[in-house]
């Protein structure tokens, strides 16, 4: 599999911080080469170690980029860390409620059908 997990999350409060770890767990061990993330908030570091923790460094590169010129100027930023052909978004507050092996089965079927755009969760039409 070829999949880089991005994110561009403001974790500022306690609440924030728990939904994160619960989307975290409902999806870490799939077959994902890398994480590319950035964090903004008061919980940066500890959303950085919890992170490290659970990923280890080799697989994770996060950033602290909080610019003036925005959510998208500092996403761009980020995009240079991604080698992978395909990418998954990852909402910190949507939880997946697939077995895991579920989860890997739908990213598969993306690769073999060569599909250029995904959306999931609350876009059901």
Do not use: P
């Not at 999350?9 to 994902?32: G, V």
């Not at 950035?38 to 923790?53: A, I, P, S």
């Not at 992978?84 to 739908?106: A, G, M, P, R």
């Amino acid at each position: 599999m070829s999949l880089t997990v991005f994110a561009n999350i403001l974790i500022d409060d306690e609440e924030r911080f728990q939904r994160l770890q619960e989307s975290f767990f409902s999806f870490y061990k799939c077959n994902i080469n890398y994480w590319v993330i950035n964090v903004r908030g008061k919980y940066k570091e500890q959303t950085k170690l919890f992170l490290e923790k659970n990923l280890g460094k080799n697989f994770l590169k996060v950033y602290f980029l909080n610019s003036k010129k925005g959510w998208f100027h500092d996403s761009s930023q980020m995009l240079e860390k991604i080698t992978t052909k395909y990418v998954f978004v990852w909402n910190e507050d949507h939880k997946n409620l697939l077995e895991q092996s579920e989860f890997n089965e739908i990213i598969n079927e993306i690769i073999e059908n060569k599909v250029d755009n995904f959306t999931y969760s609350l876009s059901f039409n």
